[in-house]
């Protein structure tokens, strides 16, 4: 059998480290990694598609990423903050009300413990429901309808429990009343390369991948008898087999023959673009935040991330950077703003934050993910469900985060690239 992995992000070179069949990945960039590839320019070391740490719910996978980079990995212990009335606040919010002022504490906890808000059918009530009108008014409602690009209500709840935890009752009174508590844990501690950013994970698959061909763009995907021909316009392959792991709303567009319902459903699926700017700064002074969240609307990034905190080595000695991720969609007004006016707003919010003095402002740049964030709504499963079974009846698996739309990390995407190899090594 001869496989054909098209896109060589990490879902791919997963699939083609763990494949036994003769295979050949085909990507489109000039190098691997897809969303893991790291920009190095001017000293500054920085996720080019927004900041990635590596953490997971399995400890396996955490050891197995780890080991993957081989010693060149470095552990720390998150510091996040939520950017809340001009106060930063300990992430997340409901370990943090004890630097709330005493209004805002008392709202909190006393909605998040008289709350008969009913079974929730969308996120907007799930929040409601979970976390009292305190809580979600604050802070979960204004950051995730920043973060979502869209109103909570039209997000669905299938993403929801394995995404966002719900405080133990204990920890919310605890911390109210000023006693330390830590939420989310299986964050609270991550690894990240001690040199050369995120790119290094995928990096590190690349010794085990037999056939790579970069600068491949898949354009035209067609059967001729059993065969699958795959084509960049320039070059055909031929191959037995297909594992996409290119984006499922590019995927329908290039292999021929996809039913118009198909096609449909795809469309009606939901993504969130991405513009990530980086933001250089003569000096060492900021503070040693992992991250700050932002939920104010009147602020144009929803979160800032500090890589000379992942680690030192991404700055050069006595400068700082910043990373702002801004949340856009085509047509939204933000994604058609050059990236000098990103740029500028971002740098003037971070003014306001007292972040960022303009005579040490020495680096700036931003850079663009059209498929940053999977966006679960009402209809979604529906609608991928169709996709992934016509896909599957017709012989293409698909795997990853993007070729599955689905929300899920490094880890998870690694272990479905496992899972397709173990599967395809199966089959004669
Ligand atoms: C803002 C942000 C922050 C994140 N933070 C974290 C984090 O902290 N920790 C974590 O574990 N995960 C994080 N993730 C998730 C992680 O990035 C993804 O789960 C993972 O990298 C997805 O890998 P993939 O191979 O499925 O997709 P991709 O990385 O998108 O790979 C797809 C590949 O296909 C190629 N391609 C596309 N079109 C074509 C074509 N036509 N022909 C050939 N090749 C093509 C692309 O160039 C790319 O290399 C984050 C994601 C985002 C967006």
Not at 50 to 64: A, K, L, Q, T
Not at 93 to 121: I, K, S, V, W
Not at 138 to 159: F, V
Request: aromatic share 10%; net charge negative.
């Amino acid at each position: 059998m001869n496989v054909g992995i098209l896109g060589g992000g990490l879902a791919g070179l997963s699939v083609a480290a763990h494949l036994d069949h003769a295979y050949e990945v085909l990507e489109r960039d000039a190098a691997c990694g897809g969303h893991c590839f790291t920009v190095e320019e001017e000293g500054f070391t920085w996720d080019g598609g927004g900041p990635h740490i590596i953490f997971s719910r399995n400890e396996r996978m955490v050891d197995y990423m780890v080991s993957l980079l081989a010693g060149n990995v470095r552990r720390a212990r998150r510091n996040n903050k939520i950017f809340f009335k001009g106060r930063y606040v300990k992430y997340p919010f409901e370990n943090g009300l004890g630097d709330l002022d005493p209004q805002d504490r008392f709202e909190c906890l006393y909605h998040y413990l008289h709350n008969d808000h009913p079974a929730p059918t969308n996120f907007r009530e799930w929040l409601y429901h979970t976390f009292g009108t305190g809580l979600t008014e604050k802070y979960l409602l204004p950051y995730n309808e920043k973060i979502w690009n869209c109103k909570a209500e039209e997000l669905g709840l299938d993403w929801v429990e394995g995404r966002v935890p719900k405080p133990p009752v204990e920890d919310v009174i605890k911390a109210a009343v000023g006693v330390e508590t830590e939420g989310y844990t299986h964050q609270l501690y991550y690894h990240y390369p001690e040199r050369g950013g995120i790119v290094c994970v995928p990096r590190a698959f690349e010794p085990r991948v037999r056939k790579l061909t970069t600068g491949f763009e898949v354009r035209h995907v067609r059967r001729r008898g059993p065969t699958w021909v795959v084509s960049d316009g320039r070059e055909e392959r031929e191959f037995d087999r297909l594992v996409a792991t290119i984006p499922i709303q590019d995927l329908v567009r290039v292999v021929e023959g996809v039913p118009a319902d198909v096609a449909a459903a795809v469309r009606a699926l939901r993504h969130n673009s991405l513009i990530v700017v980086a933001v250089g700064l003569a000096t060492d002074r900021l503070p040693d935040y992992t991250a700050v969240y932002i939920p104010d609307p009147g602020i144009l990034t929803h979160r800032i991330s500090f890589p000379g905190v992942f680690s030192p080595h991404n700055v050069p000695p006595g400068r700082s950077l910043i990373n702002a991720e801004i949340t856009a969609n085509a047509g939204d007004g933000v994604w058609e703003l050059s990236d000098e006016t990103v740029i500028r707003r971002v740098v003037s919010d971070l003014e306001r934050m007292g972040l960022v003095r303009p005579s040490e402002l020495c680096y700036t740049r931003a850079v663009r993910d059209t498929y940053g964030y999977v966006v679960q709504d009402a209809a979604y499963r529906r609608n991928r469900d169709t996709a992934r079974a016509w896909f599957e009846a017709a012989g293409v698996v698909l795997c990853g985060r993007v070729a599955e739309h689905e929300y899920i990390n490094m880890d998870v995407c690694i272990e479905r690239g496992m899972a397709v190899a173990r599967r395809l090594n199966a089959e004669a």
